[in-house]
């Protein structure tokens, strides 16, 4: 079983960047391909980005695209979202989710195995 741990979320002003880390406590971090989701308060939870066990694919959504990119440090077990241009829109708790490895590109909660706890990101207008 693998556990994530996500860091870096925090309050920025809109138009900032941050980027948020997560790092998985298994050796074996690439037998998973690996997402990113969020959740507002009272929305449910929103696929963000998702990445290919090599880093070789990736895919975001809609509602991100051309303003977060995601990445991958197999030699530390990490996996990182890089959000650029961020909106008020964008706040919420940010989660990173493992799903083992496969020939598809997964955008669904059910389709991940094990998450971390969140991490709080919050833009202000």
């Known amino acids: 079983q693998v556990q994530l741990v996500e860091s870096g979320g925090g309050l920025v002003q809109a138009g900032d960047s941050l980027r948020l880390s997560c790092a998985a406590s298994?050796?074996?971090?690439?037998?998973?391909?690996m997402g990113w989701f969020r959740q507002a308060p009272g929305k449910e939870r929103e696929f963000v980005a998702t990445?290919?066990?090599?880093?070789?694919?990736?895919y975001v959504g809609d509602s991100v695209k051309g303003r977060f990119t995601i990445s991958r440090d197999n030699a530390k077990n990490t996996v990182y979202l890089q959000m650029n241009s961020l909106k008020p829109e964008d706040t919420a708790v940010y989660y990173c989710?493992?799903?083992?490895?496969?020939?598809?590109?997964?955008?669904?909660?059910?389709?991940?195995?094990?998450w971390g706890q969140g991490t709080q990101v919050t833009v202000s207008s």
């Open positions: 990445i290919s066990w090599s880093g070789s694919r990736t």
């Open positions: 298994e050796g074996t971090f690439r037998n998973y391909d």
């Open positions: 989710a493992a799903s083992r490895v496969g020939s598809l590109i997964r955008v669904k909660v059910t389709e991940y195995e094990y």
